[in-house]
Every structure is written in structure tokens, then in C-alpha cells.
């Protein structure tokens, strides 16, 4: 049996509210609110914030099986002039169970997961969207799913999962209850040493307990590529389309990407991708580009279309050492709104012992004026029942963060059989 503790020491951020300043484990933050900023007042002086996350896990292994467990807690609470008739007090958590049965070779497996995770509704949406809602309560997400995985010949490979989540409100007139059911099947082809052909198909159906029971269709074809091109340069990708069908929707506040004149019922057709180019530079440093469209639901249910194009650079300075940077560019289109956004960030980690990590980031993140409806003020969209700010009522911002963040790992059992 084995058993793993991770709790972390402090660290110090300067940000607006918009942007999500978010650690593993306990953290003390300071924040400096700059104008625009769409959470607090205007005249805010500022305010303090603090993060603090405890993790566990446990496994249990048999030559032809595992179990393990998973558990977090986070609480976050701001404090201070800037926070007056806003919510301050965040605390989420889960767990995750995890059992899977596989060959002598692992090639082969087949597995159940089942998990439960709780949030606040507000914190779910800023950190997923950048966006502030007056939404009051907590997020309670349930999920079970499963799958296998078979090698058929020594060249193809095929797997099989599905998965099912019903998302609640605590209190119920936080918002709407929905499921959220999806299939996949992945069929792979080794075509030689250098290149491996993919293709997969992905169903994914929405139904919300709503006055119009409204119901979203996500279908999702892929093909893709993994190409070890030189033993310096790789790469990664899938491209494919996306379709969604909505029925009995209201307005395309939540139906992205249907357009602000969608019908109650319709239809539409995305490009989507996933793509990453690395290249070994040197010895000890790693490039990455990548590259990203997607749709996909939110917490809530709403959907978001995600588009950003992304680089990085990792530097092993030795052993005990990594230094990388990261800079990104992303546009996300959900609620009726569209927002753009540019960050990049700078990350310092040292191995002091076996067990002990410290890490050092700076981010800064810049949130372009949000465009859409153009109306001021809150709306209550139909289908999640989620209060959201309309457009012209977020202007741009831009945050800096300081974190230092300094883990420990403990393992209070040995792993073994």
C-alpha cells in the first residue's frame, strides 16, 4: 500500500480579481486590484487572499490489477476593503476512485472510475472563463465512467470508454441541474518505427432539467499523427471537425457556438485540433509550439469554443534545477461574450531534498475588453439559469503574480505488492 501526502508552504501574488492565481497547496497570496477590474469596486483599495489545499493518495497493486484513491480540499478567502457585497470564501474538493485489471505485458486493460468533486459556482466559472458572475451557492459534480483498451495485431490498437456526469446546485436555485454523457472510440496504427496513424469518433449529449428540457448533441471526428520526425524533433496532432446540435434551446447565450441569432433549435459545424511540434534544441533545453481548437462544455453546462496558439521553452540547468518560459494567446467564446486574452510566465523550480520542492513563477496575464451583447449589467441565461455580466460591462485588465511555493511529499507506506 502506498500513501501520499502534499502540502505546500507560501507564496506572494499581485493580480486583478479577473485572473485565477492557483496553487497545489497552501499558499498565502496578497492582491492589488488595478483598473477595470470587473470583481471588486472601482475604488477599491485592494485585498488580502489566502489558498490553502491538503492532497492524499493511496494505491494498492496486485500483479494484475490496481486500486487507488485520490482526495483534495481547498479553501480560499479573500478579506479586506475591495471585497464588500462580493463573494470571498471559496472551498472545493473531491475524490477520485480509480480500479483497472491489465495483462502481464500491461498492454491490455480495462478499468471503472467513479469520483465527486464540489465547488463554488462563481470560482468554477471566473477560473474556466475570466469572467465574474453574481451566482451564489456550490457546484456538485458526479461522475462514473469506464473503458478497455486491446492490442487486435502487433500493429493496431483499439479502445473504448464512456463516461457520465450529473452536475447539481447546492442550494437548487443556484442554477440548472444537467447530464452530461459522453462515448469515445479510438482505433490506432503503428505504420512503423517513426510514424503511428490515429483516428477516433466522440459523442458527447447534454440534457438540462430546465422549463424547455433542452438538449445538446456534441459529435466529434479526429484523425491524427504521432511522428518521431528525428531523434531531436517530434510530433503530435489531431484535426477533425466538431458538430452541435441544439434542441429546444432558448437564446445562444449558453449554445456556442450557435451565434447571437440562433434559433431555439439548430445546428452548426467547427474546425478542431490539438497539435504540439518539440524540439530538442540542446541537450538540455526542449522547445514546444502548440496549437488548439476546441468545443466543449463548461462547469455549468455552457458551452466554450477555445481557440489558442501557445510556446515554450524548458531548461534543465542540472539535476536539481529547471527553468522555463511560456507565453500563450487564446480566445474563448461562451455566455454570449468573447474574450481575448495574452499571458506568459516564467517558472523557477530547485529539488532541495528527495522529498522537498521549491518553486518560484512570475505570470502576467492580459485580458482584452470582453465584446458581445451591448447591454450593461447582469442577464439570467435561460438554459443554466447562471446570472452573467453582459459585455460591455467587462472591460480589459491585466494581471501580475509572484508565487513561491515550497512541497513536501511524504510517503507513509512503501510501494510494493
Known sequence: MKRT??????????????????????????????????????????????????LANATARTPTSKFSFDGNISYQKYWGPGVDGVQSENLNGGVNLHYETFGKNNSDRQYLDASWHRSSAAFALLGQLGIVTNTRGFLDATTAGGGIERSITALDSVSLSARSTYTSYDPGTGGTPFIDTSANGTWRHRVNSIATLSASSDGEFLHFDNALNTDIMILRENAGVDATLSPLLSFRGTAG???????????????????PNASSSGSVASFITNMALTYRMFPDTTLT?????????????????????GAGVAYNVNSRQMLSFAADASRTISLGTTSDFLSGAIVYSYLLTKEWTAQLSYRHLHRFATSGSASVGFTVDPITGIPIPLATGVGPADANSVMMVVSRSVSIFPDGY
Open 5 to 54: 501526502l502534499l502540502a505546500v508552504a507560501a507564496c506572494l501574488s499581485i493580480s486583478p480579481a479577473f485572473a485565477t492565481d492557483w496553487a497545489p497547496n497552501s499558499t498565502l497570496t496578497q492582491r492589488v486590484e488595478l483598473k477595470d477590474n470587473p470583481f471588486l469596486r472601482a475604488d477599491a483599495a485592494g485585498a488580502l487572499s489566502s489558498y490553502s489545499t491538503i
Open 241 to 259: 471537425v466538431a458538430y452541435v446540435q441544439t434542441e429546444r434551446g432558448s437564446h445562444a447565450f449558453s449554445v456556442l457556438p450557435l451565434g
Open 289 to 309: 509550439l502548440t496549437g488548439v481548437q476546441s468545443v466543449s462544455p463548461s462547469a455549468v453546462g455552457s458551452l466554450i469554443k477555445l481557440t489558442s496558439i
